[in-house]
């Protein structure tokens, strides 16, 4: 038996078409998660289908713990674990807000030549006074082939900021010429509000998944696994009281980010999702009916979210304009190529190291993960 850290949607499809016990299970709660994520419970209670091994950081148990109410020292605080593994720090710098506040955070805690930068062409056109005033002054590569994970190294530790995104409601909208593909594109955060899941029930399901995705892409034949870290996939927001913080301070408040109005959404569209939302638990539901759910407020804009990033982003640069007022970058869309297109040669990773390519997939044999 082999326990994967990260698996994507082919993998698990190859796997368990074989099994229709485990592949029902499965995809009844796939659909409920997220279509590219298989489902991982992080307290290793439950296993739907495949075997995995959590890594780190199960979820703490949703109750109140004293972590203080600020995030920004409790980021500092990762931010310094991070530097003091002794190795070579590589940041996925987009040119984002969360990407930015990762960077200048390791800024002040890395060794001199510790941290590199991996970015494209478009990281500088997102931010490119940080880029004149503080990147280019750094150790940094500029992927021009737009593959900048083909600069990850599986001796340096590389670390992301995509999952302040599930922290924040800020999942990118999928888009082509610039226009939302919007709610028929299968994407949870557009659906009607009512549908809408829990944030701790997403953070079970998810958060290993998703701290772990930009695997996928990853060049090497393993990766290193030491003690407590996936070292080529960390995060300062892959931590138990980050991930606390966030649970007492907005689990109870939540304010759902919902890019389309009311009047915009078709009965057939809130069918659909009625559908999938009905399969989810009551104490996985925000809300049992409409008119409750319409109580929240709806953000008027991105601007309005990550104000903890935003602060700390115009305390340490003076530059209130692009804290207060930058829009989402799509998860360094303008980098990779095949980001979403399903060309990405990695489907999954084991808990020893060893990785598992696309090509590989007719040839594995589906007993060594099945769970007992």
């Known amino acids: 038996m082999k326990s994967l850290i990260w698996s994507s949607a082919p993998f698990a499809w190859s796997v368990l078409n074989s099994f229709d016990k485990y592949y029902e299970k499965y995809k009844k709660y796939d659909l409920l998660v997220h279509a590219a994520s298989p489902p991982m419970d992080m307290t290793g209670n439950n296993h739907f289908g495949l075997n995995y091994h959590i890594i780190k950081n199960n979820l703490p148990e949703y109750k109140e713990v004293d972590v203080g109410d600020d995030v920004i020292p409790l980021l500092e605080r990762k931010a310094k674990e991070i530097c003091s593994l002794d190795r070579k720090i590589d940041i996925l710098w987009s040119g984002g807000i969360d990407s930015t506040t990762t960077l200048l955070m390791l800024r002040d805690f ?14 500088i056109d997102e931010y490119p006074w940080l ?37 924040y409601h800020g999942f990118p909208v999928g888009r082509k010429d610039n226009k939302s593909l919007g709610p028929m594109n299968g994407d949870f955060f557009l659906c009607p509000i009512e549908y809408r899941v829990k944030t701790y029930w997403r953070l079970r399901y998810m958060w290993q998944q998703r701290t ?53 959404l078709t009965e057939d569209v809130i069918k659909q999702y009625r559908q999938i939302w009905e399969m989810l638990p009551p104490e996985g539901r925000m809300f049992d009916n409409v008119e409750d759910s319409k109580q929240i407020p709806i953000i008027k804009s991105y ?17 209130s304009d692009y804290a207060y007022n930058k829009e989402k970058v799509s998860s360094l869309i303008h980098g990779q190529k095949n980001m979403y297109d399903r060309s990405y040669p990695t489907v999954a990773v084991c808990d020893d190291g060893s990785v598992i390519k696309r090509d590989e997939l007719e040839n594995i044999d589906p007993f060594d993960f099945i769970t007992p």
């Open 303 to 319: 601007k309005e979210a990550k104000m903890e990033f935003r602060n700390y982003i115009a305390k340490q640069t003076g530059d």
């Open 131 to 167: 880029y004149d005033t503080v990147v280019k002054d750094m150790d940094h590569i500029v992927n021009k082939d737009m593959n900048f994970r083909s600069e990850i190294t599986k001796e340096n530790v590389t670390v992301n900021a995509s999952m302040a995104d599930l922290m």
């Open 110 to 123: 890395a060794e001199k030549d510790q941290l590199r930068v991996i970015m494209s062409e478009g990281s």
């Open 212 to 264: 772990y995705q930009h695997l996928a892409g990853y060049i090497q034949d393993e990766v290193i696994i030491d003690g407590d870290y996936v070292l080529p996939g960390v995060s300062l927001l892959d931590d138990k009281d980050v991930i606390q913080w966030y649970i007492n301070k907005w689990i109870r408040h939540e304010i759902p980010i919902l890019k389309e109005p009311w009047e915009n």
